[in-house]
C-alpha cells in the first residue's frame, strides 16, 4: 500500500509560480512511475504531466508543456511539479497518483493505469 499526501496549492495571480510536492509513504518509492492530474468544476479529471520511476523520462499534456515540470526525489520520497506563468484556465484540484510495475510513458497519461491516487490540493489563479 501506498500513501500520497499533495501539498503546496494555494491562490496565485496569473502569471505567478507554484510548486506541488507529492509526498509517498507506505512503501518503496522506486519502481513506480507517477502522474499528476487536476479537475476542474464541471470538468472530467485530465492528464497534466508523468515521470517514469528513473525520471528519466517525462510526458506532458500540450496545454502546459513549457509551463509546469515535473520532477521526483527519489531519496525523499517526493515528487513536484513545478508551475509557472501560470493561467486562469489551470485552475484546478491537482492529483498526485502512483503506478507499479512497468508501462509507457504514453500509457501514464490515462488515470485507469496508476493504483494509487492522493487526495488532491486546491490551484486557483485569479485574473
Known amino acids: 500500500q501506498v500513501q500520497l499526501v499533495e501539498s503546496g496549492g494555494g491562490l496565485v495571480q496569473a502569471g505567478g509560480s507554484l510548486r506541488l510536492s507529492c509526498a509517498a509513504s507506505?512503501?518503496?518509492?522506486?519502481?513506480?512511475?507517477m502522474g499528476w492530474f487536476r479537475q476542474a468544476p464541471g470538468k472530467e479529471r485530465e492528464f497534466v504531466a508523468a515521470i517514469t520511476w528513473s525520471g528519466g523520462t517525462t510526458n506532458y499534456v500540450e496545454s502546459v508543456q513549457g509551463r509546469f515540470t515535473i520532477s521526483r526525489d527519489l531519496a525523499n520520497y517526493t515528487m513536484y511539479l513545478q508551475m509557472n506563468s501560470l493561467k486562469p484556465e489551470d485552475t484546478a484540484i491537482y492529483y498526485c497518483a502512483a503506478k507499479s510495475g512497468w508501462t509507457t510513458i504514453t500509457a501514464l497519461t490515462q488515470s485507469r493505469r496508476y493504483d494509487y491516487w492522493g487526495q488532491g490540493t486546491q490551484v486557483t489563479v485569479s485574473s
Open positions: 507506505g512503501r518503496t518509492f522506486s519502481g513506480y512511475a
